[in-house]
Every structure is written in structure tokens, then in C-alpha cells.
């Protein structure tokens, strides 16, 4: 998590769903129409990075930018809306949820890369204590596989774990890899004779 | 790949190299003239006179035939054994065992197995025994992670050693999610709520909601540093083996002396 984290800058360009409030000419190009304004109520993936401006900055009708800084009740004032409305993604659906809390070991996280770092964005706009509750607690029981599966190297193809193991998220094989490295490397010790 | 990441740890040869510094007791066979060597110093020896010298001179020692070495009396089986069913008997505590038990008994028993008053064969069943257990149990304990603390009483350096970096980044990334919320609601909050928070205050958290982007990363940096080091700390207990720091790895060994010889 910092500026020069290339996981970071990744993770800030997956897309999420959001909805234009307002109208805008010229920027067809966003909906794969160029050339056409982009009308309200358009539904476009942006990236985390653009969304996550547009969602916070609230559109002004003639007034100085500058304006923005100062007052946050004008931002729930209904005459000032932001851009865009974010729209509950895929993955953080109901039955989504539901499906991480039945068994967070069944779940493959690997079709959304970096789900852990969108969760972290997502909960930074909506604040949402609830899933970032649940999310934990699904890493916490994750890891605890990962650190086991990563000790026992023999039992990392056998049954279900192989479908585990491809269905890390990007993080989690990097703590796979580091920690069965880390395992290996005592166990080769342990074992050699000098 | 391992470039970053290695820095969780120590590397197999460097706890090795921290174990070669532990004192163990040699009985010479010979007199012979003692000799200053860098970072120790060999006493004159007397043949049958018992000395303490690092690890690493008495191994030199046994292999010219110059010395025996004498079992410390953790290594034995009648202790070890206790030490198996104090396991056994608490299964959420880890028994008191030296901070380099793993390498000085594996060193002991390649080198100089010879020495042994017990047979040493029993001495490694015994010994892998509790590795086996304990190794369970720290396992088992990674279910029980948080963000915030972990404590892990009596495991020795190699043990912690190797769970270090899955602990360390799990505990990071829970952090990292946990504060995605704590964030937002420590922006309501007064300043004396934000300094028990580990010196996270920050100036610019009025303005979270309309700026965003350049809060979160100005609140970022802070609280990884604070919080990082404060999670490292508890990690290991029982020296100062935050990874980040070279010069600990002196300290580290004294501290250990010290519980060694209680």
C-alpha cells in the first residue's frame, strides 16, 4: 500500500459498475459510443481511481471549484449530486456474501483479481464495518489453510485442495509463496548435515 | 519476489550463524594457550577443566579431537520428556524451551553425538516429537489472528521464525481492511480517541469526506509504520528480532543467554 506498490495501481484500475446522474457531451467514448454524449442514467465499468472521484466530487452548477473544500453538508443537499452513482458490483452482492459466509473455503477468489484491495476501496467510500467484518474473517480462515497447505507440500494436489489453491487471490498466493518458502527453507535446514 | 518479502525473516544460515554465538560448556583435553579472536576470546584451556566458549569454537574443537562437549541438561531425555507432557497436557500454551533449542540440539547431535549420556537417537525422536507438537499448535493459532495482537509465549526463534511471514502479511492485510472503516469513523472522532489509536491523528481527517484520495494517503504511511512495528514487536517475544534491523541480531543472542541460564 504505497505509491510505489504496482499491486496498488493494478488493484485502482479493475472497474466497477457505476451510473452517470447527469448527462454529459463527448464522453461516448467511456460507453464505446465516441463522439455521442453519455446520457443520465448510463450504465458504464469505470476504474476505481476515476469512479472513486467522480462518486465523491459533487457536480457544481456555476460555482468556483474551489467551493468544494468547504462545506460537506452541500454534498447531501439534494440540488448538488456527484457524477456518478456506484452500483453494487458482482461481488459484493448479496449472494455473494452469502456464499463467503457458507464456506470461505470453497469460494475461488481468482476471477476478481485483487478482490481484497477493491474491498479495502470499497469500505473507504461506504464505510461498510459489516463487510469488511465478514471479509477478514474469511482471510483469517483462508490463511490459516494457506499457512497449512503450505507446509505440507505432499498434500497440495490431493482433493479439494488443488481447487483451493486456484482459487487464491492475487495476495493470497503471494502469502502462499512466501510462506511455503519460508517452511521449506527450515525444513531443508533441519534435515541437512553439515 | 523474495526480494521484500525475505526481509520478514531470518534465513536458514542466519539463525544458524545466531545459534554458533550461544555459550555451551566444553571439558578440553588438552592445555593449551587461550587466543583473542574476532568476536570472542578463547580462555586458556586446561585439560579437564570445564569453560565456556560459543558454540562455534567448541565445534571447531570436537572436530580436532581437542575437547568433549557437555550436554547441556535440556538435552536430555528425562527433561525433554517432561517437556513433551507439558505439551500434551496444556494445549494452548507452549512450554518453556531455550530460544535456539532447534539449532544447538541439531548442531550438538551432528557433531557430537558422541557425547551424549543418553542414546542420541532417542534424544532426536524426542526431539521431533516437539517440534511436531508445538509446530500444531502454532499452527493451529494462525485461526485466531487479528489485526491488532499476537502474543506467542515460548516459542523459540526458529518457530517463530518460519511462521513470520504469513503472520506478518495476514496481519498487515487485516489492518489494511480494518482501517478501510476505521478511517472513516475516526474522522468524527475527537483527537484524544485518535492518539490511542497508535499515532494515527491527522490533521487533514476533517476533510476525509470531500478529499478522499489524498487522506487516505497521508493517513497510509503513518499507521503502517506505527502499527507494523508494534505487531513485529509482539511477534517475537522474546528478543528484539524485528527483521528490519541488523544490529538486534547482538542483542538478540544476549537476551537469549540470559534465559538460557535461568
Redesign the interface.
Known amino acids: 500500500?504505497?505509491?510505489y506498490d504496482i499491486d496498488d495501481i493494478l488493484a485502482d484500475s479493475q472497474r466497477l459498475p457505476c451510473k452517470f446522474n447527469f448527462s454529459i457531451p463527448g464522453l461516448g467514448y467511456l460507453n464505446g459510443r465516441p463522439g455521442d454524449p453519455i446520457k443520465e442514467n448510463d450504465k458504464v465499468e469505470l476504474p476505481i481511481w476515476l469512479a472513486?472521484?467522480l462518486a465523491?466530487?459533487a457536480a457544481q452548477n456555476g460555482e468556483d471549484n474551489d467551493a468544494?473544500?468547504d462545506e460537506?453538508e452541500n454534498?447531501n443537499s439534494p440540488d448538488k449530486q456527484a457524477f456518478i452513482r456506484l452500483i453494487e458490483p458482482e461481488f459484493f452482492s448479496k449472494q455473494f456474501l452469502n456464499f463467503i459466509k457458507s464456506d470461505p473455503l470453497r469460494i475461488s477468489l481468482a476471477p476478481y483479481a485483487y478482490y481484497?484491495k477493491i474491498?479495502?476501496?470499497w469500505?473507504?467510500?461506504f464505510?461498510?464495518?459489516e463487510l469488511?467484518g465478514l471479509?477478514?474473517k474469511m482471510?483469517?480462515?483462508r490463511?490459516?489453510e494457506?499457512?497449512?497447505l503450505?507446509?505440507k507440500s505432499n498434500d497440495q494436489f490431493s482433493g479439494g485442495n488443488r481447487e483451493f489453491l486456484n482459487g487464491l487471490e492475487i495476495?493470497e498466493k503471494?502469502?502462499f509463496?512466501?510462506?511455503h518458502?519460508?517452511?521449506k527453507?527450515?525444513k531443508?535446514?533441519?534435515a541437512g548435515?553439515? | 519476489?523474495?526480494n521484500a518479502?525475505?526481509l520478514?525473516?531470518f534465513?536458514?544460515?542466519e539463525?544458524?550463524f545466531l545459534a554458533e554465538q550461544e555459550l555451551v560448556t566444553i571439558l578440553p583435553r588438552y592445555t593449551m594457550n587461550g587466543a583473542t579472536l574476532i568476536g570472542a576470546r578463547l580462555p586458556d584451556l586446561k585439560a579437564l577443566r570445564r569453560e565456556e566458549v560459543p558454540l562455534w569454537l567448541a565445534l571447531i574443537l570436537k572436530k580436532q579431537d581437542k575437547c568433549n562437549i557437555v550436554i547441556p541438561e535440556w538435552l536430555t531425555v528425562n527433561f525433554l520428556k517432561k517437556k513433551y507432557e507439558e505439551e500434551m497436557n496444556q494445549p494452548n500454551k507452549f512450554s518453556d524451551l531455550p530460544w535456539q533449542w532447534?539449532p544447538i540440539s541439531?548442531m550438538v547431535l551432528?557433531k557430537s553425538s558422541d557425547d551424549f549420556i543418553d542414546p542420541p537417537h532417542e534424544i532426536r525422536s524426542i526431539l521431533q516429537d516437539l517440534r511436531e507438537i508445538r509446530?500444531l499448535k502454532a499452527?493451529?493459532g494462525?485461526?485466531e489472528?487479528?489485526?491488532v495482537y499476537l502474543q506467542l509465549d515460548g516459542l523459540s526463534l526458529?518457530e517463530i521464525?518460519?511462521?513470520?511471514?504469513?503472520i506478518v502479511?495476514?496481519m498487515n492485510?487485516?489492518r489494511?481492511?480494518?482501517q478501510?472503516?476505521k478511517?472513516?469513523?475516526l474522522s468524527g472522532a475527537g483527537d484524544s480517541e485518535l492518539a490511542e489509536k497508535g499515532g494515527m491523528v491527522n490533521e487533514s481527517q476533517a476533510?476525509y469526506?470531500?478529499?478522499?484520495?489524498t487522506t487516505?494517503?497521508s493517513i497510509?504511511?503513518k499507521a503502517?509504520s506505527s502499527l507494523y512495528d508494534s505487531s513485529v514487536g509482539k511477534i517475537s517475544v522474546k528478543g528484539n528480532t524485528t527483521t528490519s534491523d541488523d544490529s538486534n541480531g547482538e542483542g538478540d543472542s544476549d537476551d537469549s543467554d540470559v534465559e538460557y541460564r535461568k
Do not use: H
Not at chain 2, 161 to 166: A, D, F, H
Not at chain 2, 209 to 213: I, N
Open positions: 500500500m504505497s505509491y472513486n472521484i465523491i466530487c468544494d473544500n460537506e454534498e481484497y474491498v479495502t476501496k469500505s473507504y467510500l464505510n461498510d464495518t469488511v471479509i477478514s482471510f483469517v480462515t490463511a490459516s494457506i499457512s497449512a503450505s507446509y495476495s503471494d502469502l509463496k512466501t510462506s518458502i519460508s517452511y527453507d527450515m531443508n535446514w533441519m548435515t553439515k | 519476489m523474495a518479502k525475505s520478514y525473516r534465513s536458514s544460515g539463525i544458524n532447534l541439531k551432528d509446530q499452527r493451529k494462525i485461526k489472528l487479528n489485526e526458529v521464525n518460519e511462521i513470520r511471514p504469513l502479511e495476514s492485510q487485516l489494511i481492511l480494518s478501510s472503516v478511517a472513516d469513523q476533510t469526506e470531500q478529499d478522499a484520495s487516505r494517503d497510509k504511511p503502517d
